[in-house]
């Protein structure tokens, strides 16, 4: 079973408006981390956002926002008044295992494109 | 820049052959993440290296190793090489063992096999 599923492998969205990407991760662990990163034509992984399995709040950094439903064990990523610069790969990423064991598990990627 | 360097930046080898691939940390940083990207995939975890010592184990093919050395910097040495482990391959370093936040990735090694 996927650990970390991404269903949307592509998706368009207009210049300034939100766009609302998924992800769903499967953990029996209680203590895990959730990561969204991007990944421009150019090909370096930059980080976005994080979420940890104990945090109440739901994430924020800037125009990005996580999603963050743990009984659906979903992990959406929002990002709001989408520019063109925001057209790259889209990875979710989950770490679990116990301390000093951690792995890091990806999800397949979505990629985005901004319209004009 | 996020500060993690890695070298060569490209690297076409043939079959066979045996090709070691160089990562420095950002400065202060003690563990170290090995990462491999085949085209149009998802990052697959490979192993974790903290302060030398290696901590986890993902998805590493035997043919592959890694170390961590004392000044931080580590090494995946990747022997009798396939057509299929061309690929990106990335570093990732973290502060702590504990990498509550993110990590931060190099440009990456592309990783051609003919």
């Known amino acids: 079973a996927q650990k970390i599923t991404q269903t949307q492998p592509g998706m368009f969205v207009q210049e300034k408006e939100a766009v609302t990407l998924d992800c769903t991760y499967d953990?029996?662990?209680?203590?895990?981390?959730l990561f969204w990163y991007k990944q421009p034509s150019s090909g370096e992984m930059i980080f976005l956002i994080y979420?940890?399995?104990?945090?109440?709040q739901n994430a924020t950094e800037g125009r990005y926002s996580l999603n963050f439903q743990k009984a659906r064990k979903s992990a959406n990523l929002v990002i709001s008044a989408s520019q063109l610069g925001d057209s790259a790969m889209y990875f979710c990423?989950?770490?679990?295992?116990?301390?000093?064991?951690?792995?890091?598990?990806f999800g397949t990627g979505t990629r985005l494109k901004v319209l004009a | 820049d996020s500060g993690v360097t890695q070298t060569p930046k490209h690297l076409i080898t043939a079959t066979g052959q045996r090709v070691t691939l160089r990562c420095s940390p950002r400065?202060?940083?003690?563990?170290v993440y090995w990462y491999q990207q085949s085209l149009d995939q998802g990052l697959q975890f490979l192993i974790q290296?903290?302060?030398?010592?290696?901590?986890a184990k993902g998805n590493i093919l035997e043919r592959f190793s890694a170390q961590q050395f004392p000044d931080l910097h580590s090494e995946l040495n990747l022997s009798s090489l396939e057509l299929g482990d061309s690929a990106l391959y990335f570093c990732?370093?973290?502060?702590?063992?504990?990498?509550?936040?993110?990590?931060?990735f190099g440009p990456g090694t592309r990783l051609t096999v003919l």
């Open positions: 979420q940890g399995s104990y945090d109440e």
């Open positions: 400065s202060g940083d003690l563990s």
């Open positions: 990423a989950m770490r679990e295992g116990d301390s000093g064991t951690y792995k890091y598990i």
């Open positions: 953990t029996s662990d209680q203590s895990y981390g």
């Open positions: 990732a370093s973290t502060q702590s063992g504990l990498s509550y936040n993110e990590q931060f």
């Open positions: 290296y903290y302060n030398g010592e290696e901590r």
